[in-house]
C-alpha cells in the first residue's frame, strides 16, 4: 500500500473547529432516472487541500465532480465555493477549471498556444499572456519545449502541458478527473509527485476523481470514499486504512482479511471484544474496540496482511490460527501467502522480503502458525 508524499507540513484544517471550508457542497442530489448518481451528498473541503474522490465505476465520483464544474444541474442542493452560492452558475462564470483525463489538447497548437488559449478567450493583453504562459511552463518544468506540439511529448509530457493550461487562469478550484489515467505505471508514481510539488507550489484547491486507491493514498490530503452515489467515509490516508468504518471501506482500501462472529464479551475497561471465530486456535478472536458491545452482537472483524506475523511453531500471542500454504505471489519487495485453516477459512499474509532470496521463504503446503494482536484487529458493526 502506498503511502503519502505530502512533502510540506501536514494541511489539516479540518480539525480546526474556527476554519471556514473553501468548497461546500450541500445535501446534493442528482438522478437520470429511477438512478440516484448522487444520494443527498454534503462535504466540506478546505482551501489548499488535495482531496480524493475514490469509488468504483457507478459510485457517483464523476457526476460529483462534474456538478462542481458546472456540466451538471444537480435536482437539489448548493455548492458554495469561498462563500459564494454557485449552483446556478454557467462553467464559465465560476473560479473553477477543469483537467480532462484524456488532456483534450489542440493537436494543431503549440503546447504555448494550448496553455495560452484560455487566456486568450479571458481577453488578457498579449504581454500578460506571454508572461503567464512563461510562467506556466517553467512550473511544469517545459520552459524550452512552447514551440512543440502535443505529438512531440511523450504522455507525462502532455499531462503537464494540460495542468499547466488549467493552472493559467489562475482558478480558485482546479477539477482533475483520472488526470493520471493515461500514463503507465512508473510514468504515473513520478508524476504523482509532480502533481502534489506543483500543487504545493501553487496553493489552489485540488478535488480530484480517481478509481486508483492507491493513487487517492498517495496523493491526497483527504479522501472521500463513495459508493452507489453515497459518501461512506471521509478521512485521511491513514485514518482511511487503519481505521476504516464500514466493512466496504476495509474492502475497497487495500488487502484484507474478514473474520465473521458474534461478540461473545467486551471487557470495557481494557476496551477489547472476546468475538467467536472458528478461523482463530480456541474459537474466540480479541480486538481493540472501545464502544461497549452487547453480547451477541453479529460483527465483521478487519486484520490487514502486514498486521500477522508468521511462525514455525505455536506463538504466545492474543490471536493465533494455523493452517497450511495453499498460494504464493511473489511481487518483489514482499511475498503474499494464502493460508488455509482447518475450517476452511483462508487468512492473507504479507512478507517483506529484507534479505535478498530467489525462493519464498515458505513453500506450498506447510504449516504455518500466524499470529496477530488485538490491536491490530478492527471492529466493524455496518
Given at each position: ?148 506540439r502535443p505529438a ?26 483520472e488526470p493520471l ?154 511475498s503474499i501467502y ?45
Amino acid at each position: 500500500m502506498a503511502l503519502a508524499i505530502r512533502s510540506a507540513a501536514p494541511l489539516e484544517p479540518w480539525k480546526d473547529p474556527a476554519a471556514q471550508p473553501f468548497l461546500r457542497i450541500e445535501g446534493i442530489t442528482k438522478t437520470f432516472g429511477k438512478l440516484y448518481a448522487c444520494d443527498d451528498i454534503s462535504l466540506d473541503v478546505y482551501r489548499g487541500e488535495f482531496f480524493a474522490l475514490l469509488g468504483g465505476s457507478g459510485s457517483g465520483k464523476s457526476t460529483l465532480l462534474r456538478i462542481l464544474a458546472g456540466l451538471e444541474t444537480p435536482d437539489r442542493g448548493r455548492v458554495l465555493i469561498d462563500g459564494v452560492d454557485v449552483t446556478a452558475l454557467p462553467p464559465y462564470q465560476r473560479p473553477v477549471n477543469m483537467m480532462f483525463q484524456s488532456y483534450a489538447l489542440f493537436p494543431h497548437m503549440s503546447v504555448a498556444q494550448n496553455i495560452a488559449f484560455g487566456l486568450k478567450q479571458d481577453g488578457l493583453g498579449a504581454g500578460e499572456i506571454r508572461d503567464r504562459v512563461q510562467q506556466m511552463l517553467e512550473l511544469v518544468q517545459m520552459p524550452q519545449l512552447g514551440a512543440r506540439r502535443p505529438a512531440q511529448l511523450s504522455g507525462g509530457q502532455r499531462q503537464r502541458v494540460a495542468l499547466a493550461r488549467a493552472l493559467a487562469k489562475q482558478p480558485k478550484l482546479l477539477l482533475l478527473d483520472e488526470p493520471l489515467g493515461a500514463l503507465d505505471k512508473r510514468l504515473r508514481e513520478r508524476t504523482q509527485f509532480e502533481l502534489v510539488n506543483i500543487q504545493e507550489r501553487v496553493g489552489t484547491t485540488f478535488v480530484m476523481v480517481t478509481h486508483d486507491q492507491e493513487e487517492a493514498m498517495t496523493m491526497s490530503s483527504r479522501i472521500a470514499v463513495m459508493d452507489a452515489g453515497r459518501i461512506v467515509q471521509v478521512s485521511t490516508p491513514a485514518a482511511l486504512y487503519e481505521y476504516p468504518s464500514t466493512r466496504f471501506v476495509a474492502e475497497f482500501i487495500g488487502g484484507i482479511n474478514l473474520f465473521e462472529g458474534r461478540v461473545l464479551a467486551h471487557d470495557a475497561d481494557a476496551r477489547v471484544a472476546r468475538i467467536a471465530c472458528d478461523a482463530v486456535d480456541g474459537g474466540a478472536l480479541l480486538a481493540r474496540h472501545a464502544d461497549p458491545l452487547p453480547e451477541g452482537t453479529a460483527v465483521s472483524v478487519a486484520v490487514r496482511p502486514e498486521k500477522i506475523d508468521v511462525h514455525e511453531s505455536r506463538p504466545q500471542a492474543d490471536n493465533v490460527a494455523v493452517g497450511k500454504v495453499r498460494d504464493i505471489a511473489y511481487l518483489g519487495d514482499v511475498s503474499i501467502y494464502h493460508v488455509e485453516t482447518e475450517s476452511g477459512a483462508v487468512i492473507r499474509v504479507q512478507e517483506t522480503h529484507v534479505e535478498r532470496s530467489s525462493e519464498p521463504h515458505y513453500d506450498w503446503g506447510e504449516t504455518l502458525w500466524l499470529s496477530w494482536p488485538a490491536s491490530g484487529a478492527v471492529v466493524l458493526t455496518a
